[in-house]
Nanobody, 127 residues
Framework: QVQLVESGGRLVQAGGSLRLSCAAS????????TGWFRQAPGKEREFVAA???????????DYADSVKGRFTVSRDDAENTVFLQMNNLNPEDTAVYYC?????????????????WGQGTQVTVSS
């Protein structure tokens, strides 16, 4: 079992930046694929970014088109923590952001591909 706890969400003005963190406990997730999703009111949960290990010092990263160039996903396997750096935020980024993990190393961009989820953290971007 893996437990995920997100933090870092808050109210921010358009154009601002936030860094979300996701702390994992339960077991080392160096062999896990980890992702970020978001869900706005009345909308389906959507993929934001994902990261998985590709070698001793390399990672594969995937991003939704809507966040490419603005968001950066990273992780520290020694600390079992995943990060999402969000820059140049706009009101359309307002949502609850969820961290997810799966014990299969593969490209995964849909919620159905992840077995473990955090409780979410609210990000609100004001115009």
């Amino acid at each position: 079992q893996v437990q995920l706890v997100e933090s870092g969400g808050r109210l921010v003005q358009a154009g601002g930046s936030l860094r979300l963190s996701c702390a994992a406990s339960g077991r080392s997730f160096s062999t896990y694929t980890t992702g970020w999703f978001r869900q706005a009111p009345g909308k389906e949960r959507e993929f934001v970014a994902a990261i998985r290990r590709a070698g001793s010092h390399l990672f594969y990263k995937d991003y939704a088109d809507s966040v490419k160039g603005r968001f950066t996903v990273s992780r520290d396997d020694a600390e079992n923590t995943v990060f999402l750096q969000m820059n140049n935020l706009n009101p359309e980024d307002t949502a609850v952001y969820y961290c997810a993990a799966d014990n299969r190393l593969r490209r995964a961009t849909t919620p159905q591909e992840y077995n473990y989820w955090g409780q979410g953290t609210q990000v609100t971007v004001s115009s």
